[in-house]
């Protein structure tokens, strides 16, 4: 069985929601505890959302510098698939293992509610298992998710393929600015997901590891937690590899 | 005289120009409530003081501008200022939190 560690930092608190949503989509989840740069062999590796030492200074940032993330860095160096959700998403960007950086929402609200994404690309190591690029409906719940490059930046990542996910409204038309509520931070072009260059990295603000289960409102969230499974167990496996060509879509 | 072997700075972390700023325009957006008019351009920003031992103030701020860069300040979305708050010789350094009188 595919073992996906999910990293534990002082103030992450959806790591039981990542185990779950992990178990699952089939895999055996694996606790990282953020003071051991030891992986422990696994496959891959999701950073989950919380508060990352009280998210003090600018989130994300403190997380970076534990022994844990130099091993993480080294992991994604390798080309092992690592999938930050939301304060994951945070510790990734302030990391320089994905591209931009989340701002404080444009409302200064925190928003907790349902939302929905849709992914750019279903041939990424991420968006692969999702069923189609339709709506998928999951929460949301941060206070910094704005997600900003500068304008060159953004043309260069959007010209490589790296936005895998964007804001939408329920017919799947992307969502506007601030003043629009399918957009619930105010990201720059809508951008809900990011991936790296070389196509391993991955992170977005909603959290598709509560919506696994019916019986939790939605299951569209699944879909991408078991393409992250389906890319490690492949990575360890060695059979059908994916080629994932960013800019060639 | 002693020679200096501490150094105490300010960081000031402000947002790039630019970057949209929600908490400044929060600020401005308050003014009115004052009856405040004639004040723009607000940004809101950080400040950290920290204190450094080190030789000369040259290699402390070299210390400071890497951890300014690296760790105070995301250079991708803001700048910073280094400010020199004072200095502490070794004769007359405070038991303290090392802020000079």
């Given amino acids: 069985m595919v073992r996906i560690g999910v990293v534990l930092f002082p103030g992450s608190n959806r790591d039981i929601d990542a185990v779950n949503a992990l178990r699952v989509a089939g895999a055996e989840p694996v606790v990282l505890w953020h003071e051991s740069a030891d992986l422990q062999g696994v496959d891959g590796i999701v950073l989950p959302g919380g508060f990352a030492y009280g998210d003090y200074l600018r989130a994300g940032v403190i997380a970076r ?79 910094e998710g704005c997600y900003y490059a500068d ?15 964007r804001y939408v409204h329920l017919d799947g038309s992307v969502a506007g600015g601030e003043e629009d509520r ?58 059908r590899p994916v080629v994932v060509t960013i800019g060639a879509r | 005289m002693s020679t200096a072997t501490a150094f105490r700075y300010a960081v000031n972390v402000t947002p790039k120009n630019g970057i949209l700023d929600p908490q400044g325009r929060a600020v401005e957006g308050s003014l009115p409530h004052l009856g ?5 351009a607000i940004r809101v920003g950080r400040r950290v003081e920290l204190t450094v031992d080190a030789p000369s103030e040259a290699a402390a701020r070299t210390l400071v501008e890497r951890l300014a860069g690296e760790l105070l300040s995301n250079p991708l979305i803001e700048t910073f200022a280094i400010e020199l708050l004072g200095e502490l010789s070794a004769a007359t350094s405070p038991a303290g939190d090392g802020v000079p009188a």
């Avoid at chain 1, 304008?151 to 996910?165: K, M, N, P, Q, S």
């Avoid at chain 1, 391993?200 to 939605?218: K, Q, Y």
Wanted: contains cysteine.
């Fill in chain 1, 182 to 239: 399918a957009n619930p931070n105010g990201s720059l072009r809508a951008i809900a997901g990011v991936t790296n260059a070389a196509g391993n990295v991955a992170g977005l603000m909603p959290h598709p590891e509560t919506a696994v289960e019916t019986v939790l409102g939605t299951d569209d969230g699944l879909g991408i937690v078991r393409s992250l499974v389906d890319s490690a167990a492949e990575r360890a496996h060695g059979d």
């Fill in chain 2, 36 to 40: 405040v008019t004639g004040v723009s």
């Fill in chain 1, 65 to 143: 510098f534990s022994p844990v993330m130099q091993a993480v860095a080294a992991f994604a160096d390798g080309g092992g698939h690592v999938l930050g959700i939301c304060n994951g998403f945070q510790v990734l960007t302030e990391a320089r293992l994905l591209p931009g950086a989340l701002l404080r929402n444009r409302s200064l609200r925190f928003v907790s509610r349902e939302i929905a994404i849709m992914a750019e690309r279903l041939d990424s190591p991420f968006t692969r298992a999702i069923d189609a690029r339709r709506p998928l409906r999951m929460p949301v719940a941060h206070g």
């Fill in chain 1, 151 to 165: 304008a060159d930046a953004l043309d260069t990542l959007e010209a490589a393929g790296g936005v895998l996910f």
